[in-house]
């Protein structure tokens, strides 16, 4: 148990919290995709310590952040030309990529594969701390694991309070969702592993062949290998059964119309989807780029309203749309209706 203190985002507390990182601890750090709840990721003792926190699966892979591309020497045995084109086209930046590891880095970390997701997050603090530590940090979603992901310090705090000692504060994430998660296959293939911020159209700009994975949208097998976080468990969960509902904005009124009852809340664009249905909602965004930066604090909102049954608005698929998407099915647990 431990008595959690947030910290600024002061040079003072960036100290703070690389001197408990250094010691084995976990501590929630800010990225621009969501809150991390960070650990050596070269400590056992350490990773283990972020499993026991957030309650998360052993197979389910954590990802490596850096704050220098030649960290990455470390971490795997082999750096494709394709992840060099990516790192120089979006990184600081929410791109993970998926290679083989090195032996420096501990199957607890990598879920046991011979795989490694690593990124350099573009959030200042986030690299600042890696800096001080001097080590990659592993950091999964601060989260309780399947509940919504966190997009500021209180989110964490929510979850992590007595968990951890530490969450350093530097405000609301920009972007809102994780960050898109790729392997690569031959010398010209990207496999899209998990949307994020970074669109199936900007990695076109580095190869036309981008294969987008079956499980981006569909369930994935409970005995399922998987390669990214986020693929095969139900995510992002809050408590209330969440049916997303896919069509134009008329079916989906007429569709609450007829099957609402007491225990309904909606979840939609904005407040005017909800005129005249006389039933509470929570609102998360018009645009793609507002729905992700929204959606887990409205996932969030949910729980606080004690929601029972949900209706939500389908998103689009297309663009950051996609990744929103991604992430609302696996709250949903894939219940869609097709209007």
């Given at each position: 148990?431990?008595?959690?203190?947030?910290?600024?985002?002061?040079?003072?507390?960036?100290?703070?919290?690389?001197?408990?990182?250094?010691?084995?601890?976990?501590?929630?750090?800010?990225?621009?995709?969501?809150?991390?709840?960070?650990?050596?990721?070269?400590?056992?003792?350490?990773?283990?310590?972020?499993?026991?926190?957030?309650?998360?699966?052993?197979?389910?892979?954590?990802?490596?952040?850096?704050?220098?591309?030649?960290?990455?020497?470390?971490?795997?045995t082999e750096i494709p030309k394709l992840a060099i084109n990516c790192a120089e086209k979006f990184w600081p930046g929410p791109l993970t990529m998926i290679m083989p590891k090195s032996d420096r880095v501990p199957m607890i970390t990598s879920g046991g594969l011979d795989t490694v997701g690593i990124r350099m997050p573009s959030n200042e603090t986030a690299r600042k701390i890696i800096s001080a530590c001097g080590f990659p940090i592993a950091a999964p979603s601060a989260n309780?694991?399947?509940?919504?992901?966190?997009?500021?310090?209180?989110?964490?705090?929510?979850?992590?309070?007595?968990?951890?000692?530490?969450?350093?504060?530097?405000?609301?994430?920009?972007?809102?969702?994780?960050?898109?998660?790729?392997?690569?296959?031959?010398?010209?293939?990207?496999?899209?592993?998990?949307?994020?911020?970074?669109?199936?159209?900007?990695?076109?700009?580095?190869?036309?062949?981008?294969?987008?994975?079956?499980?981006?949208?569909?369930?994935?097998?409970?005995?399922?290998?998987?390669?990214?976080?986020?693929?095969?468990?139900?995510?992002?969960?809050?408590?209330?059964?969440?049916?997303?509902?896919?069509?134009?904005?008329?079916?989906?009124?007429?569709?609450?119309?007829?099957?609402?009852?007491?225990?309904?809340?909606?979840?939609?664009?904005?407040?005017?989807?909800?005129?005249?249905?006389?039933?509470?909602?929570?609102?998360?965004?018009?645009?793609?780029?507002?729905?992700?930066?929204?959606?887990?604090?409205?996932?969030?909102?949910?729980?606080?309203?004690?929601?029972?049954?949900?209706?939500?608005?389908?998103?689009?698929?297309?663009?950051?749309?996609?990744?929103?998407?991604?992430?609302?099915?696996?709250?949903?647990?894939?219940?869609?209706?097709?209007?």
């Amino acid at each position: 148990m431990f008595d959690t203190k947030i910290l600024d985002n002061s040079d003072r507390s960036i100290e703070l919290a690389a001197e408990l990182l250094k010691s084995g601890e976990v501590v929630g750090i800010p990225t621009e995709t969501v809150y991390g709840l960070g650990a050596d990721a070269l400590n056992e003792d350490a990773v283990k310590k972020i499993f026991e926190a957030k309650g998360r699966p052993a197979d389910n892979p954590l990802i490596v952040h850096i704050s220098e591309f030649s960290q990455i020497e470390e971490l795997v045995t082999e750096i494709p030309k394709l992840a060099i084109n990516c790192a120089e086209k979006f990184w600081p930046g929410p791109l993970t990529m998926i290679m083989p590891k090195s032996d420096r880095v501990p199957m607890i970390t990598s879920g046991g594969l011979d795989t490694v997701g690593i990124r350099m997050p573009s959030n200042e603090t986030a690299r600042k701390i890696i800096s001080a530590c001097g080590f990659p940090i592993a950091a999964p979603s601060a989260n309780l694991s399947g509940s919504p992901s966190p997009t500021s310090a209180q989110h964490v705090y929510n979850d992590m309070q007595n968990r951890v000692p530490a969450i350093v504060d530097a405000g609301h994430c920009g972007i809102g969702v994780e960050s898109t998660v790729i392997c690569f296959e031959g010398r010209d293939s990207i496999r899209l592993l998990r949307p994020g911020f970074i669109s199936v159209d900007d990695l076109k700009e580095i190869t036309e062949n981008v294969i987008i994975d079956k499980g981006v949208t569909e369930i994935v097998a409970a005995d399922a290998k998987v390669a990214s976080p986020g693929m095969k468990y139900k995510h992002y969960a809050p408590k209330a059964e969440i049916t997303i509902l896919e069509g134009t904005l008329d079916a989906y009124r007429e569709y609450v119309k007829e099957n609402s009852d007491n225990d309904t809340t909606l979840l939609v664009f904005d407040k005017n989807d909800a005129d005249g249905l006389y039933l509470p909602y929570v609102v998360y965004g018009s645009t793609d780029e507002e729905q992700a930066r929204n959606l887990f604090g409205s996932l969030r909102e949910l729980d606080r309203l004690n929601a029972i049954k949900v209706f939500a608005r389908c998103p689009s698929k297309n663009g950051v749309g996609l990744a929103v998407y991604n992430r609302l099915i696996r709250a949903a647990a894939f219940r869609v209706i097709r209007l």
